[in-house]
């Protein structure tokens, strides 16, 4: 079997497993997974702060940090290394 039904390779020493080889599709799928499972704590205390009311508002946030979010951002500068 190829791609991601391929079986995985258990490598190892003296009878005891040290590493495993999966396809590079199961592995894009497993890290997609591990993200989602790392972001769920964090997920869930920002929308349970957002229900209560706790979470601060864009503004809060930007003054906190000194920024104006008022004041238009500046233009984008042109291409680098283009010729005017």
Same mark, same amino acid.
């Given at each position: 079997?190829?791609? #991601?039904?391929?079986? +995985?390779?258990? /490598?190892?020493?003296?009878?005891?497993?040290?590493?495993?080889? /999966?396809?590079?599709?199961?592995?894009?799928?497993?890290?997609?997974?591990?993200?989602? /499972?790392?972001?769920? +704590?964090? #997920?869930?205390?920002?929308?349970?702060?957002?229900?209560?009311?706790?979470? +601060?508002?864009?503004?809060?946030?930007?003054?906190?940090?000194? /920024?104006? #979010?008022?004041? +238009?951002?500046?233009?984008?500068?042109?291409?680098?290394?283009?010729?005017?």
């Amino acid at each position: 079997m190829q791609g #991601i039904q391929a079986e +995985p390779v258990v /490598i190892g020493r003296r009878y005891k497993p040290e590493a495993v080889l /999966i396809s590079f599709e199961l592995y894009e799928k497993l890290a997609d997974l591990i993200d989602e /499972i790392r972001l769920a +704590p964090l #997920i869930r205390e920002r929308l349970a702060k957002v229900a209560t009311g706790q979470d +601060p508002r864009l503004e809060e946030v930007a003054e906190s940090l000194g /920024i104006d #979010i008022e004041e +238009p951002a500046p233009p984008a500068s042109q291409e680098r290394g283009s010729a005017a």
